[in-house]
């Protein structure tokens, strides 16, 4: 076998999906929208996880969704799923503003918890973020959070091809977002569109590829679309992440995209980039086209390809197979007694980034996480 196919057959093998040994651990389901119902839920079962019960604001929804997964305990409050004597993980999937009374009211109680998959972002800040971990490192229970994209098969193939030095060292790295999310109801109570919501899953693939930048320049503006229904200064969010090393990166995050639900023509999509000094991969990311199935994508060439591109193609999906990973990776860690991947404290250098991206836009400079994490006292 010669050298390239070796490095296809290892970056296959590296996007696989890491599962637990034991699969039957009982995991308790808080919120029951979409995507606990379309996306959590529905990858568990593709993999024989075990949830085992279910609350959500309005019961009635907890119900209907409990009978569509065959969970067979229906629950009225959060505190009646964290003292479940067979729940040891809780998989929570409320609104962010919601998500520190939840686990506070989760681990009042005297449960059988071992872990904790929060949702991103992992509150309504980084102070609040900050309490959050600090709560369920004083519990003993091991907190792990939703920043799901890191599991999405091209950007894991992109890891793979920085880590294995298969692209020489990093240069610049690029996410083009043309895309229109589906946003929720509950952000107008918030304000926020884009930064906090889908930015943060760019931010958080950019830490994953590359490491802590040392500063951002972040710009925003309103976009036209949601400016309809509520204020907000974070519609389109365009942003730069310096790191002393050299390496650069930066996204576009359009969510107007032209005006592609107003009559225009649609020109959709997600492409990302990482050039190297001894390669480039470029991927697409298919969420756009969800519910239809449309597997993200990667290629990659180096110095030794004779210009030839390698363009390996697998058939899962972000939404919903890769939802499989972040519980993956928490009930993996809890069985080896190691952190999880996307553990609590690492997500902190998310949630500043993001809070230093808004600070960034706000007073039109250049904002170092560490100004966010200094600021904030535990
Ligand atoms: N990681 C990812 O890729 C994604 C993450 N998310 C995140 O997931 C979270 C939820 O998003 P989404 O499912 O789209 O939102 P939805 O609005 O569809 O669902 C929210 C759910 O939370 C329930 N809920 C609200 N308050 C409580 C409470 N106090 N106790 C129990 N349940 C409660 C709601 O109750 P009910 O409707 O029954 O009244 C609803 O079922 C957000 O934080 C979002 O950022 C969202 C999309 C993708
Ligand atoms: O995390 C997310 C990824 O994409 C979604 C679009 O369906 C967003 O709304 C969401 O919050």
């Not at 479940?84 to 609104?95: H, R, S, T, W, Y």
């Not at 083009?176 to 958080?204: C, E, F, K, N, Y």
């Not at 990667?298 to 999906?317: I, K």
Request: aromatic fraction near 8%; include cysteine; charge should be negative.
């Amino acid at each position: 076998m010669n050298n390239q196919n070796e490095i296809d057959e290892k970056l296959a093998a590296a996007i696989e999906p890491k599962l637990p040994q034991d699969r039957s651990i009982g995991i308790g389901c808080i919120g029951a929208g979409f995507i606990m119902a379309d996306c959590h839920l529905v990858a568990y079962c593709q993999h024989g996880l075990n949830p085992v019960a279910i609350t959500s604001a309005t019961v009635s929804n907890a119900a209907k969704v409990a009978e569509r997964h065959a969970i067979h305990h229906v629950c009225d409050s959060v505190a009646e799923v964290a003292c479940a004597p067979d729940v040891e993980v809780l998989d929570i999937a409320v609104p962010p503003d919601l998500q520190h009374d939840v686990i506070r009211s989760a681990l009042q109680t005297d449960h059988n918890l071992k872990g904790i998959l929060a949702q991103k972002p992992l509150g309504g800040n980084y102070a609040e973020a900050l309490q959050i971990v600090e709560m369920c490192e004083q519990a003993g229970v091991v907190l792990a959070v939703n920043q799901n994209m890191r599991f999405d098969q091209s950007v894991m193939a992109g890891r793979y091809l920085i880590e294995t030095g298969t692209l020489g060292e990093p240069v610049l790295a690029t996410i083009d977002m043309r895309a229109i999310p589906h946003w929720m109801p509950w952000q107008q109570r918030q304000g926020w569109v884009t930064l906090r919501i889908m930015s943060i899953h760019h931010l958080d693939t950019f830490r994953y590829w590359l490491g802590n930048p040392d500063r951002i320049y972040a710009s925003v503006r309103p976009d036209p679309r949601t400016s309809q229904q509520f204020e907000h200064s974070d519609g389109i969010a365009l942003y730069i992440l310096e790191y002393d090393s050299g390496a650069r990166a930066s996204a576009w995050d359009d969510v107007w995209a032209g005006p592609a639900c107003e009559g225009g023509a649609a020109d959709l999509g997600i492409n990302w980039r990482i050039e190297g000094t001894t390669g480039m991969a470029r991927g697409t990311i298919g969420w756009p086209d969800y519910p239809t199935r449309s597997p993200s994508t990667v290629d990659y060439t180096t110095t030794s390809d004779n210009g030839e591109w390698h363009q390996p193609r697998w058939d899962s999906v972000w939404f919903p197979d890769a939802f499989i990973g972040p519980m993956a990776d928490l009930l993996t860690a809890l069985e080896s007694d190691s952190p999880p991947q996307c553990n609590g404290r690492d997500n902190l250098l998310t949630m500043a980034l993001v809070d230093a991206a808004y600070l960034s836009a706000a007073e039109q400079r250049a904002v170092s996480p560490n100004e966010i994490v200094a600021v904030t006292k535990s």
